[in-house]
C-alpha cells in the first residue's frame, strides 16, 4: 500500500508542471517522439531542462521510453493517470461529469 501512495505521489508532482502536462499533451497528439522533437516543443527550455521534465515523468512511470539505434522515442504511458482517476473518481459519477465536460465544451465553443 505504501508503494502506491508514492507512486501516486511522483504522478501528482509530474502533472503538477505545465511544460510537463504540455509534453505528456504532444506524445499523447504523436506518440514516439525523440528528445529533439519535443525539444522543438518548448523553446524556452534548454535540452537538459526538457530531459529533466522527461526524467521525473519517466519516474512517475508517464513516460516509457525505446530505445532504437541512436534514438530514444518517447511514449505515453496513460495507466498511472487511469489508476488515479477510478481511484478518485467512482463509476457513479463518471457519467455526470463527462455530461458536465460537454455541456462545458459546447458553451465554450465558438459559433
Same mark, same amino acid.
Given at each position: 500500500?505504501?508503494? =502506491?501512495?508514492?507512486?501516486? %505521489? #511522483?504522478?501528482?508532482?509530474?502533472?503538477?508542471? /505545465?511544460?510537463?502536462?504540455?509534453? #505528456?499533451?504532444? *506524445?499523447?497528439?504523436?506518440? /514516439?517522439?525523440?528528445?529533439? +522533437?519535443?525539444?522543438? *516543443?518548448?523553446?524556452? *527550455?534548454?535540452?537538459? /531542462?526538457?530531459?529533466?521534465?522527461?526524467?521525473?515523468?519517466?519516474?512517475?512511470?508517464?513516460?516509457?521510453?525505446?530505445?532504437? /539505434?541512436?534514438?530514444?522515442?518517447? =511514449?505515453?504511458?496513460?495507466?498511472?493517470?487511469?489508476?488515479?482517476? +477510478?481511484?478518485?473518481?467512482?463509476? =457513479?459519477?463518471?457519467?455526470?461529469?463527462?455530461?458536465?465536460?460537454?455541456?462545458?465544451?459546447? #458553451? %465554450? +465553443?465558438?459559433?
Amino acid at each position: 500500500m505504501v508503494a =502506491y501512495f508514492v507512486r501516486v %505521489e #511522483l504522478v501528482f508532482k509530474a502533472l503538477a508542471d /505545465g511544460q510537463r502536462r504540455g509534453l #505528456l499533451d504532444a *506524445l499523447r497528439e504523436r506518440n /514516439g517522439q525523440t528528445l529533439g +522533437e519535443l525539444c522543438e *516543443l518548448l523553446p524556452e *527550455l534548454t535540452r537538459q /531542462g526538457v530531459t529533466k521534465h522527461l526524467r521525473i515523468l519517466e519516474d512517475a512511470d508517464l513516460v516509457v521510453t525505446v530505445k532504437r /539505434g541512436r534514438n530514444k522515442y518517447h =511514449y505515453l504511458n496513460p495507466v498511472p493517470i487511469n489508476e488515479i482517476a +477510478e481511484r478518485w473518481i467512482g463509476n =457513479y459519477e463518471r457519467d455526470k461529469l463527462r455530461a458536465l465536460s460537454a455541456l462545458k465544451a459546447a #458553451l %465554450e +465553443e465558438k459559433p
